[in-house]
């Protein structure tokens, strides 16, 4: 009934979100007396009203899988037109390639590992426009799971480092990886499988980035939450059924709307102030700061569902059982051997401020693969940084960016 519920209260939000649009722009006609300075010299009410009924319009409009919408990158000061094309079709998740018409034939190719966390890969928008200059980009283009019919079957955490294999053996050799968050797990894996199995097209470099490989490390509430409670809590109070209206009609999933209400909680006063920040900006006409904190929330809370077996298979491994620390990590009941990790260089990318995944978690990787040589090995820690911030905005264009592509340079 959760499920239900949800789109009932969509249903009706949708609603008054127009309804809020309308009312802001009846409040700031020109015909209407109530924009113009009263008698006394108050500022008159429909200005205000106005702004506090688009804020809600924005807050409760409903919302889709957003466009990539990267047509152009800056190169030299000149635009150069960017090609977006999907080159390989999956069930779960297609594979996207960006690339800038007048980028050299010879140029790196990134595949760029999408978290499937309830987000859109179009999350990481910021990360692939920046990378887009000087590399041939890919992308895990991650399926909604409640639009995968049921008879595609399932998916879960080896399917998910089925696919990782698959997009780089379609890219082919000499390939770079950068897993953001969540996938640093399965493609750490995937890599050491790769390099067990002597696989051409195992990658030359792997970034991962506020990954969570070793939660036991600087825990936050994210994996206190996930420790605190046994397995069927999750499995009976937050995976759902897909409604009948969607095409995954029948799936279980642990939907989106649970994990935005579950990191918006977590800080809930910086939203609620930041929502306040927009209302003064609209009322003070400063469309542009408030078209930015728009831009930010719109993406934020676009969100998808993700297989219920993934979701509690990640549950387990990575934040209750410790697998891949542990070396009890298996694929198709096979044991994933780290120390076979010998060819692919590693870098480990942390924020300071990262209330995700803790400091020390990310980099327990590179203790975690002993034969790997210390040359192929480095880490960085981006100082005054959040887990958004690690790739996204100006810390990770000036600061951190450079340090990936000083990194692939070096091991290309």
């Not at 041939?136 to 409640?146: I, Q």
């Not at 696989?199 to 030359?204: E, I, K, S, T």
């Not at 009948?244 to 209400?261: K, N, S």
């Amino acid at each position: 009934m959760l499920y239900h519920a949800y789109e009932l209260q969509r249903s009706w939000l949708s609603s008054a979100s127009a309804w809020a649009a309308i009312g802001a722009e009846m409040m700031t006609n020109p015909a209407n007396p109530a924009n113009y300075t009263g008698p006394s010299g108050y500022l008159g009410l429909g200005p205000i009203a106005s702004s506090a009924l688009e804020v809600f319009a924005h807050a409760s409009a409903p919302r889709g899988k957003p466009a990539w919408g990267i047509e152009t990158v800056a190169i030299d000061g000149k635009d150069d037109r960017v090609v977006e094309a999907t080159v390989l079709n999956k069930p779960f998740g297609d594979l996207k390639r960006f690339r800038r018409e007048s980028l050299p034939e010879d140029a790196p190719r990134l595949l760029i590992v999408a978290p499937m966390s309830g987000h859109y890969a179009t999350l990481l928008r910021g990360t692939v426009e920046r990378m887009i200059e000087n590399y041939e980009v890919y992308v895990t283009d991650w399926a909604d799971a409640k639009t995968v019919p049921l008879h595609e079957g399932s998916f879960d955490l080896d399917d998910y480092i089925d696919y990782v294999i698959e997009f780089l053996e379609h890219i082919g050799e000499n390939a770079h990886v950068m897993a953001v968050c969540q996938p640093s797990v399965p493609v750490f894996a995937a890599t050491a499988i790769m390099n067990r199995d002597s696989h051409p097209c195992a990658p030359a470099t792997l970034t991962m980035m506020g990954g969570p490989i070793d939660t036991r490390c600087s825990p936050t509430s994210v994996n206190d939450m996930a420790m605190d409670r046994p397995i069927e809590w999750f499995r009976q109070t937050v995976i759902v059924t897909v409604p009948m209206q969607h095409r995954g009609a029948g799936r279980r999933v642990y939907p989106g709307f649970l994990q935005l209400a579950s990191f918006m909680s977590m800080n809930l006063g910086s939203h609620m102030k930041s929502h306040y920040e927009m209302f003064k900006h609209i009322n003070a006409g400063d469309d542009e700061s408030a078209q930015a904190t728009k831009d930010f929330y719109e993406e934020y809370r676009s969100v998808c569902d993700m297989t219920a077996e993934f979701y509690l298979q990640t549950v387990v491994e990575v934040f209750q059982e410790h697998s891949i620390p542990n070396n009890t990590f298996t694929h198709r009941d096979r044991l994933v051997d780290l120390g076979a990790l010998t060819k692919t260089a590693l870098l480990a990318i942390e924020g300071e401020r990262d209330d995700i995944s803790g400091l020390g978690q990310t980099r327990a990787a590179l203790e975690l693969t002993p034969n790997l040589d210390a040359s192929k090995k480095r880490y960085f820690m981006a100082e005054g940084a959040g887990h958004y911030g690690i790739f996204n905005g100006s810390r990770w264009r000036d600061k951190i960016a450079p340090v990936v592509e000083e990194f692939i340079a070096a091991h290309g």
